[in-house]
């Protein structure tokens, strides 16, 4: 069948990056000195990430992450640095066709200097034709020649100091060494980054060689000659004057084509991408270098019933006895990092209901196979970091319930709680600092210890089978109920967040060094509370002697009581927990600055469109002037009848959306690509619990008395679009995207293929000489049962090489219908056609 036509197939692309470090940035050029510098991250000139600001170093260290999905095409990922003053002090830019190179891999990047004429962004439209017309002189008519260039349109080009007014120059250059010009240029079109020009030029190419014959104009001087059309911001009147009328305005690109690469028969019509000027790989000059860790994906995702066989074989993995057989389990030993394997399994099996038994036979085996039941569940080994994904999956709402008012206490209070002496800086007092300490420490471990019936269902499934297990097959240490749960629910989950609250969104806020180090001690005393409760004692590192009173004042009887009773109730299988954090309080799911549109108070002015500081919890969504300030408006979950994109036409404003109401619409505009993605995900996953949902829509805003999409005039009429907000709430078990998922685990199985292979053939080996082989199995492979993991590495291939089958057949499909010089593809950068494996999986 034909893939492309009747098989429907979404593109989803993940980007994650760690930016490290820099080293050796230029210092300032008045003092010398150290700068203060931050690092943003750009799809091609879309910023969708910044760092905090390092201050006063030639060296920072910026140690912040990036995750998000992205929502768009595009050619480059770049990273910017730059000073306080938003001055580009060097940049690392990758083609889209490079990433897979880089591909969860540390490197360290050169950085390149920035200069206004390589900031290039956006495309042109462009129609070329011939023509032969009679023309006449006093003695003969005869034949001319001349070309026409029609420019059409530009699309997405760059914005210059908030402003964007384009035209385009068009030049013709021939003769030897192509040192005569023809130029023409455009109208100039004001604000507007998509501007529609439709003019067309014509050069006549008769009498432009050395050879002069008028009925043959193929002469070799004008075809080796060359068409550039480059297209500028006209700036400002005022910055005309000052900078000279010559001065022609701020370059946005150019394509060069040379006369030869044209058709001189019928009419060619395409879409190019605008270039850099002399778009050379030349050597630049070193300032500096950067460390990123970059991992960016793209899977085809096919409909449901291609990934059933493979879903089947993974969702059998705990009925398959030895668990080291199972599809699963063999998927975790073949992958290096066990966390790209956990993730996705963590939402397979809790999307299908089996992640309890799942976790549950791989904690008898790993409980089986350790000698010392100390170091029980201590590792990075595939339990842990399922358990470790799914605590994350299922747990933050239950981590913003419980410790997200301290946290943002801490960071707002800023006092410090400093207790080593050698670390003091003037002015402050260790009694003062130890008391601010023990307090912080104190809320926390309060507020963790009345939570328990709030924590969440499924962790306490996963609790209560984990204690079961090591109790049976422990059954002579007490103490192991204990720790086999705290292991988790404090070194794993509480500690981690309370050191690192901005990877668990507990605050959008970075650190700075006072808040970093008080999070720090708080982290060290919880842990050090896990410890305590499931070995009894507690040890501490002779340089940290200086934490010794606060572990003391935290390890007395009454504590440590209270953690057992707290573990005793986390643990429990009966499922009669409290929806006390889903009735009584409210759970921040996304907050964040954004720009909305007042909700029909005004019709006319840009006060229509201000700043605000939104939250949206399980509750309601509001917004207010600041983040600490109390909300103007509040619509209540059950109000939001649909979240939709708004066409761009609407305000002439990219990234906005509509939360729709009964009475009116609030049109909101995000700050790039990914976060307008991420806020329609969140909010059209609570509408969706709405039973009163809208099931049409208006794209288009409601202005100058009619809708501008299907030009209706009564304000209230039914939508003319059906809405995009996924399945009733009926239809909704869990909000996973499971096929995706299975999608990732294929590409996990395809990449690491050869390792699947040598594995199946050690199992044959031993299957065939009876265990001979077994000697020589240095691998590293775990075989218990080799004719069981025989079996299941069969049917594992067989679906791994199917499903890839289909990918190829579509690709290829993809390939033939794709049209080079087409909006969607235009000439000049084959990084958005996908023409082998690499641009697909990573």
């Given amino acids: ?145 001349r070309m026409a260039v029609r420019v059409i349109e530009c699309n997405d080009l760059m914005v210059i100091n908030g402003a964007c007014n384009p035209y385009a120059v068009v030049t013709l250059s021939y003769g030897q060494g192509r040192h005569r010009e023809e130029v023409r240029r455009t109208n100039v079109k004001k604000k507007t980054i998509s501007p529609l020009f439709d003019e067309t030029f014509f050069f006549d ?32 009147r005022m910055a005309r004057e000052v900078l000279g009328s010559i001065f022609p305005g701020v370059f946005l690109g150019e394509i060069k084509i040379s006369l030869r690469d044209l058709n001189t028969s019928g009419i060619q019509n395409a879409w190019y991408f605008l270039r850099a000027k002399n778009d050379m790989r030349q050597p630049h000059e070193n300032v500096g270098s950067m460390r990123l860790k970059i991992s960016y994906t793209a899977e085809q995702v096919f409909a449901s019933q291609y990934y059933d066989d493979l879903r089947n074989v993974l969702l059998e ?116 600092n130890m008391e601010t300490l023990k307090n912080y420490i104190k809320h926390i471990f309060d507020a963790i210890m009345v939570s328990g019936l709030a924590c969440p269902g499924i962790m306490c499934e996963v609790f209560a089978a984990l204690k079961k297990a090591a109790q049976d097959h422990l ?23 309370i050191l690192g609250p901005r990877f668990f969104d507990l605050t959008t806020d970075t650190q700075d060094e006072t808040v970093h180090r008080t999070l720090t001690l708080i982290s060290k005393v919880i842990q050090r509370l896990g410890n305590l409760v499931s070995s009894q004692s507690w040890t501490y590192c002779p340089k940290e002697d200086y934490m010794v009173p606060v572990f003391e004042h935290f390890s007395d009887a009454c504590h440590v009581e209270a953690v057992k009773m707290y573990l005793d109730i986390i643990s429990s299988s009966t499922k009669k927990h409290s929806k006390q954090m889903d009735i009584e309080q409210p759970v921040v799911l996304k907050e964040g600055m954004l720009i909305k549109r007042a909700q029909g108070r005004k019709k006319f002015g840009l006060k229509n469109f201000k700043r605000r500081y939104f939250v949206l919890t399980n509750q309601t969504l509001t917004y207010s002037r600041s983040k600490d300030d109390d909300p103007l408006f509040v619509i209540p979950i059950g109000n939001i009848l649909a979240v939709e994109k708004l066409e761009e036409q609407s305000f002439k404003m990219k990234y906005m959306f509509q939360v729709i109401q009964p009475q009116r619409t609030l049109y909101v505009q995000a700050n790039n690509c990914v976060e307008e993605k991420e806020w329609l995900d969140i909010l059209t996953k609570v509408s969706n619990k709405n039973k009163n ?9 409601y202005l100058n008395g009619h809708w501008l999409c299907c030009k209706a005039v009564d304000q209230s009429s039914p939508g003319c679009t059906p809405v995009t907000g996924g399945l009733p709430v009926t239809e909704i078990q869990v909000d996973l995207d499971s096929d995706r998922e299975v999608e990732k685990i294929h590409s996990l199985f395809l990449t690491h293929m050869d390792k699947m292979e040598a594995l ?83």
């Avoid at 949902?693 to 794209?699: I, M, S, V």
């Fill in 475 to 497: 059954p002579d240490k007490k103490e192991v109920r204990y720790q086999v749960v705290c292991g988790f629910i404090f070194l794993r989950f509480f500690a981690p967040a």
């Fill in 317 to 432: 993995s705990p009925d398959i006895q030895p668990i080291s057989s199972s599809a699963a389990y063999i998927l975790g030993q073949i992958v290096d990092n066990r966390q790209e394997v956990a993730q996705p399994l963590v939402k397979v099996f809790h999307h299908h209901g089996k992640i309890v038994p799942f976790i549950k036979t791989l904690a008898i085996h790993e409980i089986k196979q350790t000698l010392d039941h100390n170091t029980l569940f201590r590792g990075n080994s595939l339990l842990t970091k399922v358990l470790d994904e799914l605590m994350k999956l299922v747990g933050l709402p239950y981590l913003h319930f419980t410790i997200k008012p301290i946290i943002h206490q801490i960071c707002s209070e800023h006092l410090s709680c400093e207790i080593d002496p050698a670390r003091l800086k003037e002015g402050e007092n260790l009694e003062v």
């Fill in 205 to 236: 190419l008769d009498n432009k060689g050395q050879n002069h014959d008028r009925n043959n104009y193929y002469v070799e001087d004008i075809f080796s000659g060359e068409l550039c059309i480059s297209v500028w911001h006209d700036e400002s």
């Fill in 1 to 145: 069948m034909n893939m492309a036509e009747n098989v429907k197939v979404r593109t989803e692309e993940t980007l994650r990056v760690k930016i490290g470090e820099a080293k050796n940035l230029p210092p300032h050029s008045v003092t010398g000195s150290g700068r203060n510098t931050f690092c943003a991250i750009l799809l091609d000139r879309e910023e969708i990430f910044r760092t905090a600001t390092v201050e006063k170093s030639l060296n920072p260290f910026f140690g912040e992450e990036f995750h998000g999905e992205i929502p768009r095409k595009f050619r480059y990922l770049s990273f910017y640095i730059y000073d306080k003053n938003d001055k580009a002090l060097g940049k690392v830019s990758l083609r889209k066709r490079e990433l897979h190179k880089y591909h969860g891999k540390e490197h360290w990047f050169s950085l390149l200097p920035v200069d206004v004429q390589s900031e290039v962004q956006g495309k042109v439209h462009l129609e070329f034709r011939f023509d032969e017309y009679l023309s006449s002189s006093p003695d003969v008519t005869y034949a001319s020649h």
């Fill in 760 to 842: 199946h053939d050690m199992c044959g080996i031993l299957e065939v000489y009876s265990g001979e082989a077994v000697v020589n199995n240095t691998s590293g492979f775990q075989i218990e049962d080799s004719k069981s993991c025989f079996e299941t590495l069969n049917e594992v291939l067989k679906c791994v090489i199917s499903l890839e089958q289909e990918h190829l057949h579509y690709r290829k499909a993809l390939q033939r219908e794709m049209v080079t010089g087409s909006f969607e593809t235009p000439i000049g950068d084959d990084s958005l056609i996908i023409s082998n494996d690499n641009d697909t999986k990573l």
């Fill in 693 to 701: 949902r809208l099931k049409e829509f208006h794209p288009a805003a």
